[in-house]
């Protein structure tokens, strides 16, 4: 069965454009979330989903930082204006409530 | 939030050596999970343990949990070269909907 696809996989964008990262969770699974990696580093969590509740945006770090779902598939991730700082892998998992989380391989983001 | 902090931060021991990771947590929780990463991918679920659970084993995998002290410890046995990737742990919040956050994970190097 397929399991949590993200695409791109790599991304170089220009300081100061937008981009859209994309995941596509795994069909039925009411929970995906968006976590943020930089290079050696742990994983920093971004925005949570679940089911038809408000999303906790609570690790969102600047309003250039969006992200939508519609209702228990795709998930995007937009990025606006962005900085090198936010130059990282992008990583995407979905799971049942309380159950293990299946990740996606990531989308790397270089920013130049 | 919850928070999964893990120890140490790094660990190199030769092939066939058993290797021991600890994590620690703030607040109460339904389970705890380990996940391993490989250099440039997602994370991938290693075994769950409930807070009603003390021990559980999975190959050479063997987690223990103490919710007493708020932690938990991932024993790899007989490791192999291939074990050697970054681990994590994660906690599950106890009520419904909850978010989990992931620790700096510990990156383990087996030498051949």
């Known amino acids: 069965g397929a399991g949590v696809s993200q695409s791109p996989s790599n991304k170089v964008t220009e300081k100061g454009k937008d981009v859209e990262l994309r995941c596509d969770p795994i069909?039925?699974?009411?929970?995906l979330y968006w976590y943020r990696q930089r290079l050696g580093q742990g994983l920093e969590f971004l925005i949570y989903?679940?089911?038809?509740?408000?999303?906790?945006k609570s690790g969102l770090p600047s309003d250039r930082f969006s992200a939508e779902r519609t209702g228990e598939s795709v998930s995007t991730l937009t990025i606006q204006r962005t900085q090198q700082e936010d130059s990282a892998v992008y990583l995407c998992?979905?799971?049942?409530?309380?159950?293990?989380?299946?990740f996606g391989n990531g989308t790397r983001l270089t920013v130049t | 939030s919850q928070q999964g902090e893990e120890d140490p931060q790094a660990l190199s021991i030769q092939e066939g050596e058993n290797a021991t990771m600890n994590c620690s947590y703030k607040t109460s929780i339904n389970n705890l999970q380990w996940y391993r990463q490989n250099s440039g991918r997602g994370l991938v679920h290693l075994i769950l343990?409930?807070?009603?659970?003390r021990e559980k084993h999975s190959g050479r995998l063997r987690v223990t949990l103490d919710t007493s002290k708020k932690s938990s410890s991932l024993l790899i046995t007989a490791s192999r070269a291939a074990d050697t990737a970054s681990y994590f742990c994660a906690t599950v919040g106890e009520l419904y909907g909850q978010n989990f956050v992931f620790g700096p994970g510990t990156r383990l190097s087996v030498l051949p």
């Open positions: 998992a979905s799971s049942l409530m309380l159950k293990p989380l299946h």
């Open positions: 989903f679940q089911g038809n509740s408000a999303p906790d």
């Open positions: 343990i409930r807070s009603n659970e």
């Open positions: 069909s039925g699974h009411t929970a």
